[in-house]
């Protein structure tokens, strides 16, 4: 018995410092891009999403927490002999937790706030589509894709279809955008609880593409 204990004694502590070592890595994640400074819709949509799936994990994070709690409480209670420097660290994970939830809370309570500033944004990104929209219908009626002549205009290296191919991937490039941008609306009307649930349909778009 007495080796046992005397065993016992040596690895609880290496446990526990794995315990909080992987702890220690996941909350400096999480603050980290908790606190991360957003420049752009998909930064935000991004951090979005991150929060929503941190929301569902708190029971998890908690757990994982008192676990690590619960294990250097029982080697205090039973005197078992820790490094100063893995106590240390447990007193550092025990500030990094309590911050992140800190930051959980605080990004909860801007949510709205920062949603009305993004939303600014994203209706720019919506101009800038608009705009490019415009520039591809005018680009597409253009008299040369009615001149064939003798039927050169068919050949890739032609000037009509290298004007035709351009199109066609700006075409391309434009749904895309307009996809994204309808997702991040989507995402948008998903977190702010006064949001109508509109999303942009882009019907003059699918003109133009068509």
Do not use: W
């Not at 977190?191 to 003059?204: I, K």
Request: net charge negative; with cysteine; glycine share 4%.
């Amino acid at each position: 018995p007495t080796r046992c204990l005397n065993e016992l004694e040596r690895l609880l502590p290496v446990l526990g410092a794995e315990k909080v070592r992987k702890l220690t890595i996941e909350t400096n994640d999480i603050n980290s891009r908790l606190t991360k400074q957003m420049a752009t819709v998909e930064d935000f949509c991004e951090y979005l999403e991150f929060l929503e799936a941190l929301q569902k994990r708190q029971e998890e994070l908690q757990e994982q927490y008192s676990g690590v709690e619960e294990h250097y409480d029982l080697m205090q209670e039973q005197g078992v002999a820790t490094p100063a420097s893995d106590l240390a660290e447990y007193r550092g994970v025990s500030i990094e937790f309590t911050n992140m939830k800190s930051n959980m809370d605080n990004s909860e309570s801007r949510k709205a706030e920062d949603i009305d500033s993004f939303t600014l944004m994203l209706e720019t990104n919506i101009k800038t589509l608009e705009a490019d929209r415009k520039e591809s219908k005018n680009l597409s009626q253009d008299d040369i894709f009615l001149e064939y002549g003798d039927g050169t205009g068919i050949e890739a290296s032609s000037e009509v279809m290298r004007k035709l191919t351009s199109l066609d991937e700006k075409a391309t490039e434009l749904k895309e955008t307009a996809e994204k941008i309808q997702n991040q609306q989507k995402l948008f009307n998903k977190h702010d609880p006064n949001s109508s649930g509109q999303v942009d349909r882009f019907e003059e778009l699918k003109e133009v593409v068509d």
